[in-house]
């Protein structure tokens, strides 16, 4: 099983990116799919799930700015972040598992190679 994440890269602050994870190997149409990121120095941090009903859920600094959502007929999860910040500069990981959203990196058994957000002031 791999999950495979892109998308990231430079951009102004005010700025948009869309992050994409393709997942291989196993299909997580049933599952959870979400987002977390890591900031240098800092904990992994959940961003954002998605669930097998399409509901969603947000860490609080990023609602009203990204949107999550998957496509299951590709087996992939993205999110979409507007109005970019310097504070979301990290390395975005995208993560699989699980029937109920959880913040929690443990309940999360799949993971991506992480892709690099970087947001200049």
């Known amino acids: 099983v791999q999950l495979q994440a892109s998308g990231g890269g430079l951009v102004h602050t005010g700025g948009s990116l869309r992050l994409s994870c393709a997942a291989s190997?196993?299909?997580?149409?049933?599952?959870?799919m979400g987002w977390f990121r890591q900031a240098p120095g800092k904990e992994r941090e959940f961003v954002a799930g998605?669930?097998?009903?399409?509901?969603?859920y947000y860490t609080d600094s990023v609602k009203g700015r990204f949107a999550i959502s998957r496509d299951n007929a590709k087996n992939t999860v993205y999110l979409q972040m507007n109005n970019l910040k310097p504070e979301d500069t990290a390395v975005y990981y995208c993560?699989?598992?699980?029937?109920?959203?959880?913040?929690?990196?443990?309940?999360?058994?799949?993971w991506g190679q992480g892709t690099l957000v970087t947001v200049s002031s």
């Open positions: 998605i669930n097998r009903a399409f509901g969603t």
């Open positions: 190997g196993r299909a997580f149409v049933n599952n959870v």
């Open positions: 993560a699989a598992d699980g029937l109920v959203i959880s913040i929690r990196p443990d309940a999360y058994d799949y």
